[in-house]
T-cell receptor, first 113, second 113 residues
């Protein structure tokens, strides 16, 4: 069975500082990995995904993530936080294309001015 | 805007009642997924339909059922509602089984009193 662990349910960063959100997964097969963002009272928006190929993937809004198979990790980063990055972020894994997503518990990001 | 629509946006009902949540996938998407987001369980996969047929089942209670109609819209029926069913219910869609990206609707917030 798949599982996803997000370290830290809340992260506070200063505007302009690095954003680092950690995600570790377990999967019996090479996974498809995703990061979604949820703004207040909205649905989930895809930030980026890893399927195959290059392990460093770039997404929207300046975010990127690196797939590290040896560490079973898919951490999300953004070099410089913006106030508009305040939201909840979810890491998810799927065993194959078209399969269900298994989500981590989410990390709420607060950006301080 | 993901192109996935869900109605109603909010629903308040009483214990023991039955409700129906509706989802219209993005134009051309054949696969529909239902997820439940609650404070204690997080984001959980409920059920998936593909082109009218049930494809996968997750942690869906027997009191819950779903279907996908010929026009590809889907309905999630929740019956004998309990306080613990209060949650945000998301629908997501994807083009086909081989497509890994799921696009999420804005959700239906259900409050059971």
């Amino acid at each position: 069975a798949q599982s996803v662990t997000q370290l830290g349910s809340h992260v506070s960063v200063s505007e302009g500082a690095l954003v680092l959100l950690r995600c570790n997964y377990s999967s019996s097969v090479p996974p498809y990995l995703f990061w979604y963002v949820q703004y207040p009272n909205q649905g989930l928006q895809l930030l980026l995904k890893y399927t195959t190929g290059a392990t460093l993937v770039k997404g929207i809004n300046g975010f990127e993530a690196e797939f590290k198979k040896s560490e079973t990790s898919f951490h999300l980063t953004k070099p410089s936080a913006h106030m508009s990055d305040a939201a909840e972020y979810f890491c998810a894994v799927a065993e194959a294309a078209g399969n269900k997503l298994t989500f981590g518990g989410g990390t709420r990001v607060l950006v301080k001015p | 805007d993901s192109g996935v629509t869900q109605t109603p946006k909010h629903l308040i009902t009483a214990t023991g009642q039955r409700v129906t949540l509706r989802c219209s996938p993005r134009s051309g998407d054949l696969s529909v997924y239902w997820y439940q987001q609650s404070l204690d369980q997080g984001l959980q996969f409920l059920i998936q339909y593909y082109n009218g047929e049930e494809r996968a089942k997750g942690n869906i209670l027997e009191r819950f059922s779903a279907q996908q109609f010929p026009d590809l819209h889907s309905e999630l029926n929740l019956s004998s509602l309990e306080l613990g069913d209060s949650a945000l219910y998301f629908c997501a869609s994807s083009v086909a089984l081989g497509q890994e990206t799921q696009y999420f609707g804005p959700g239906t917030r259900l409050l059971v009193l």
